[in-house]
Protein backbone atom coordinates (compact mmCIF):
# COMPACT_ATOMS: atom_id res chain seq x y z
CA UNK A 1 0.00 0.00 0.00
CA UNK A 2 1.54 3.23 -1.20
CA UNK A 3 -1.03 5.49 0.93
CA UNK A 4 -1.03 4.36 4.79
CA UNK A 5 -3.50 5.28 7.26
CA UNK A 6 -1.67 7.25 11.07
CA UNK A 7 -1.33 5.45 13.92
CA UNK A 8 -4.60 5.91 15.65
CA UNK A 9 -4.53 8.64 18.80
CA UNK A 10 -5.64 8.52 21.86
CA UNK A 11 -9.04 10.56 22.20
CA UNK A 12 -8.30 13.82 23.71
CA UNK A 13 -8.48 13.65 27.86
CA UNK A 14 -9.30 17.71 27.18
CA UNK A 15 -13.08 18.40 28.64
CA UNK A 16 -15.67 19.81 26.04
CA UNK A 17 -15.47 23.54 24.97
CA UNK A 18 -18.44 24.75 27.19
CA UNK A 19 -21.23 25.76 24.49
CA UNK A 20 -22.19 29.74 23.92
CA UNK A 21 -24.20 31.17 26.87
CA UNK A 22 -27.95 31.91 26.92
CA UNK A 23 -27.60 35.87 27.20
CA UNK A 24 -25.00 35.62 23.85
CA UNK A 25 -27.19 34.07 21.22
CA UNK A 26 -30.60 32.00 20.65
CA UNK A 27 -30.80 28.11 22.06
CA UNK A 28 -28.81 25.69 19.83
CA UNK A 29 -32.01 22.97 20.40
CA UNK A 30 -34.81 25.18 19.81
CA UNK A 31 -36.39 25.92 16.57
CA UNK A 32 -38.41 29.47 17.53
CA UNK A 33 -41.03 30.89 16.23
CA UNK A 34 -41.39 33.57 13.74
CA UNK A 35 -43.52 36.55 14.36
CA UNK A 36 -43.80 37.92 10.59
CA UNK A 37 -42.72 42.09 11.10
CA UNK A 38 -41.97 42.68 7.34
CA UNK A 39 -40.58 46.29 8.90
CA UNK A 40 -38.74 48.85 6.75
CA UNK A 41 -36.83 50.03 10.11
CA UNK A 42 -34.94 52.58 7.72
CA UNK A 43 -34.51 54.19 4.34
CA UNK A 44 -32.01 56.70 2.88
CA UNK A 45 -31.11 56.93 -0.95
CA UNK A 46 -28.63 54.34 -0.85
CA UNK A 47 -29.88 52.17 2.23
CA UNK A 48 -32.64 50.39 3.34
CA UNK A 49 -32.61 48.65 6.85
CA UNK A 50 -35.51 46.12 6.89
CA UNK A 51 -36.66 43.21 9.85
CA UNK A 52 -38.25 40.90 7.60
CA UNK A 53 -39.24 38.55 11.03
CA UNK A 54 -38.94 38.06 14.56
CA UNK A 55 -37.88 34.63 16.10
CA UNK A 56 -38.92 34.12 19.27
CA UNK A 57 -37.49 31.49 21.84
CA UNK A 58 -37.69 30.82 25.39
CA UNK A 59 -34.53 32.70 25.97
CA UNK A 60 -34.93 35.64 24.38
CA UNK A 61 -35.56 36.65 20.73
CA UNK A 62 -33.94 37.02 17.48
CA UNK A 63 -34.90 39.97 15.57
CA UNK A 64 -33.31 39.12 11.82
CA UNK A 65 -32.02 42.66 10.08
CA UNK A 66 -31.73 42.95 6.46
CA UNK A 67 -28.89 45.87 5.33
CA UNK A 68 -30.11 46.58 1.44
CA UNK A 69 -27.66 48.92 -0.05
CA UNK A 70 -27.18 50.19 -3.73
CA UNK A 71 -24.27 52.74 -4.97
CA UNK A 72 -26.53 55.14 -6.78
CA UNK A 73 -24.78 57.72 -6.86
CA UNK A 74 -21.66 56.54 -4.72
CA UNK A 75 -18.16 55.81 -5.93
CA UNK A 76 -16.91 52.65 -6.57
CA UNK A 77 -14.87 52.96 -3.45
CA UNK A 78 -17.32 55.22 -1.37
CA UNK A 79 -19.92 51.90 -2.06
CA UNK A 80 -17.42 49.75 -1.10
CA UNK A 81 -16.42 51.61 2.31
CA UNK A 82 -19.89 51.85 3.02
CA UNK A 83 -20.61 47.70 2.37
CA UNK A 84 -17.24 47.04 4.68
CA UNK A 85 -18.48 49.65 7.78
CA UNK A 86 -21.74 47.60 7.89
CA UNK A 87 -19.49 45.36 10.36
CA UNK A 88 -19.01 46.41 13.37
CA UNK A 89 -15.55 44.88 14.23
CA UNK A 90 -13.78 46.93 11.44
CA UNK A 91 -14.39 50.48 12.87
CA UNK A 92 -12.25 52.10 14.38
CA UNK A 93 -12.25 55.12 16.77
CA UNK A 94 -15.43 53.83 19.08
CA UNK A 95 -15.22 55.48 22.58
CA UNK A 96 -13.38 58.95 24.38
CA UNK A 97 -16.86 59.79 23.53
CA UNK A 98 -17.83 59.71 20.53
CA UNK A 99 -19.50 57.91 18.06
CA UNK A 100 -17.74 57.67 14.21
CA UNK A 101 -20.34 58.28 11.54
CA UNK A 102 -19.76 55.04 9.81
CA UNK A 103 -20.61 52.76 12.95
CA UNK A 104 -23.88 50.94 12.36
CA UNK A 105 -25.77 51.06 16.02
CA UNK A 106 -29.14 49.31 16.87
CA UNK A 107 -30.55 49.78 20.60
CA UNK A 108 -33.80 48.59 22.55
CA UNK A 109 -35.71 50.57 24.89
CA UNK A 110 -38.62 49.50 27.31
CA UNK A 111 -41.20 51.35 28.48
CA UNK A 112 -39.77 51.54 31.92
CA UNK A 113 -37.02 53.15 30.09
CA UNK A 114 -34.30 50.38 30.60
CA UNK A 115 -32.06 50.01 27.09
CA UNK A 116 -29.68 47.62 25.70
CA UNK A 117 -27.45 48.68 22.58
CA UNK A 118 -25.14 46.98 20.36
CA UNK A 119 -22.28 49.64 21.56
CA UNK A 120 -19.31 48.85 22.64
CA UNK A 121 -19.09 44.98 21.91
CA UNK A 122 -16.36 42.83 21.58
CA UNK A 123 -16.91 39.67 19.33
CA UNK A 124 -14.10 37.44 20.71
CA UNK A 125 -16.10 34.94 21.71
CA UNK A 126 -13.47 32.59 23.04
CA UNK A 127 -13.36 35.40 26.10
CA UNK A 128 -17.06 35.86 27.18
CA UNK A 129 -17.63 36.08 30.69
CA UNK A 130 -18.93 33.20 32.78
CA UNK A 131 -21.67 35.15 34.42
CA UNK A 132 -24.61 36.72 32.61
CA UNK A 133 -24.22 40.63 32.05
CA UNK A 134 -27.07 42.86 33.47
CA UNK A 135 -30.38 42.70 31.35
CA UNK A 136 -31.21 43.20 29.12
CA UNK A 137 -28.77 42.73 26.34
CA UNK A 138 -28.53 43.33 22.84
CA UNK A 139 -26.39 41.09 21.10
CA UNK A 140 -24.94 41.33 17.44
CA UNK A 141 -25.18 38.17 15.57
CA UNK A 142 -23.06 38.64 12.52
CA UNK A 143 -24.46 37.41 9.17
CA UNK A 144 -23.40 37.59 5.54
CA UNK A 145 -24.05 38.58 2.23
CA UNK A 146 -27.45 37.09 1.03
CA UNK A 147 -27.40 36.70 -3.04
CA UNK A 148 -30.07 38.00 -5.27
CA UNK A 149 -30.75 38.07 -8.71
CA UNK A 150 -30.57 42.10 -10.45
CA UNK A 151 -28.37 44.77 -10.58
CA UNK A 152 -24.37 43.88 -9.40
CA UNK A 153 -24.04 47.47 -7.60
CA UNK A 154 -26.62 46.50 -4.97
CA UNK A 155 -26.36 43.52 -2.31
CA UNK A 156 -28.08 42.43 1.24
CA UNK A 157 -26.16 41.58 4.01
CA UNK A 158 -28.19 39.53 6.36
CA UNK A 159 -27.99 39.75 10.54
CA UNK A 160 -29.37 39.07 13.43
CA UNK A 161 -29.52 40.66 17.24
CA UNK A 162 -30.06 38.42 20.16
CA UNK A 163 -32.54 40.32 22.68
CA UNK A 164 -31.91 38.61 26.07
CA UNK A 165 -34.22 37.41 28.20
CA UNK A 166 -37.63 38.39 26.44
CA UNK A 167 -39.01 41.68 25.88
CA UNK A 168 -41.81 42.61 28.63
CA UNK A 169 -45.32 42.18 27.44
CA UNK A 170 -45.39 45.77 26.40
CA UNK A 171 -44.58 47.38 23.08
CA UNK A 172 -41.23 48.68 22.86
CA UNK A 173 -38.57 50.29 20.66
CA UNK A 174 -36.30 49.25 18.16
CA UNK A 175 -33.66 51.93 17.24
CA UNK A 176 -31.25 52.23 14.79
CA UNK A 177 -28.65 55.24 13.09
CA UNK A 178 -26.14 54.94 10.62
CA UNK A 179 -24.69 58.29 9.70
CA UNK A 180 -22.66 57.45 6.98
CA UNK A 181 -25.66 55.74 5.52
CA UNK A 182 -27.69 58.43 5.48
CA UNK A 183 -29.66 56.44 8.48
CA UNK A 184 -30.67 59.58 11.02
CA UNK A 185 -32.01 58.15 14.48
CA UNK A 186 -35.06 55.69 13.75
CA UNK A 187 -37.08 54.43 16.31
CA UNK A 188 -40.19 51.91 15.34
CA UNK A 189 -42.44 49.99 17.73
CA UNK A 190 -42.89 46.58 18.54
CA UNK A 191 -45.10 44.12 20.44
CA UNK A 192 -43.45 42.88 23.07
CA UNK A 193 -46.97 40.94 24.31
CA UNK A 194 -46.75 39.11 20.57
CA UNK A 195 -43.56 38.16 20.84
CA UNK A 196 -43.65 36.37 24.08
CA UNK A 197 -46.65 34.51 23.01
CA UNK A 198 -45.02 33.63 19.68
CA UNK A 199 -42.29 32.34 22.24
CA UNK A 200 -44.60 29.46 23.86
CA UNK A 201 -45.39 27.97 20.70
CA UNK A 202 -41.21 27.59 20.06
CA UNK A 203 -40.53 23.78 20.16
CA UNK A 204 -37.44 22.15 20.05
CA UNK A 205 -35.59 20.26 17.06
CA UNK A 206 -35.59 16.99 18.82
CA UNK A 207 -38.46 16.73 21.46
CA UNK A 208 -36.73 13.99 23.67
CA UNK A 209 -33.81 16.24 24.15
CA UNK A 210 -33.76 18.19 27.18
CA UNK A 211 -33.81 21.55 26.45
CA UNK A 212 -31.66 24.28 27.09
CA UNK A 213 -32.28 27.04 29.52
Known amino acids: MFFEPPPAQEESTRPPKPGLPAWYAPP ?7 TVSGLVLARSPNVAITVPTIQAFKTGCLI ?24 PHMITGVGAGRLPDNLLRFGVRFADGT ?10 MTRLPH ?3 PAPRLSWLLGGVSMRSGDEDAGVITMGLWLWPPPPRDT ?5 E ?6 ELSIAVLDGAAIVSAAERSVPY ?3 SPRSE
Open 172 to 176: FELAV
Open 64 to 87: NVNIVMRRHTLSPDDFQALRMSVY
Open 178 to 183: WPAGGI
Open 115 to 124: KATTIGQRFD
Open 206 to 208: WPD
Open 28 to 34: AEEMGAV
Open 131 to 133: DPP
